[in-house]
């Protein structure tokens, strides 16, 4: 996996709560699960050494923001973090894609300048 790969995949299973071992073994497997079934994906929002750089300077902000315990930060650069992911993926699955309404209302709440253009 690499060295990025370790320390991403570490800081999201953090996030998620399943870093220790006192979770139940079936819901780590879950979720080990559905990170490698959804790891494919990732590696195509990743193709570029600038969308690994995006990803890096995102958990920087998520984590600076953790550190400070500023909640309303924390979910807006996650947010920010996931929109820009799945945005990345739809256009390199399907070029020119218009975004769902789901991703524009997201946009919209968190104030991240996604427009339907």
């Known amino acids: ?14 996030i998620y709560g ?14 080990e699960h ?6 494919r ?11 690994q750089m995006r990803s890096i300077l995102d958990h920087e902000h998520i ?4 550190k400070r315990l500023a909640a309303d930060a924390v979910e807006r650069e ?11 993926l739809v256009q390199r699955l399907e070029p020119g894609a218009v975004m769902s309404p789901a ?3 997201v ?3 968190f104030q991240l300048g996604v427009s339907d253009e």
């Open 63 to 66: 984590v600076d923001s953790w």
């Open 18 to 31: 399943i870093a220790s071992e006192n979770i139940p073994a079936a819901l780590a497997a879950m979720l």
């Open 1 to 14: 996996m690499g060295a990025i790969g370790d320390a991403n995949r570490a800081l999201h299973f953090t």
């Open 78 to 88: 996650v947010a920010r973090h996931v929109l820009t992911g799945v945005i990345a």
């Open 103 to 105: 991703l524009l209302q």
């Open 41 to 51: 994906y990732r590696r195509l929002c990743w193709t570029e050494p600038s969308d």
């Open 34 to 39: 559905q990170k490698q079934r959804f790891s």
């Open 107 to 109: 946009s919209d709440r």
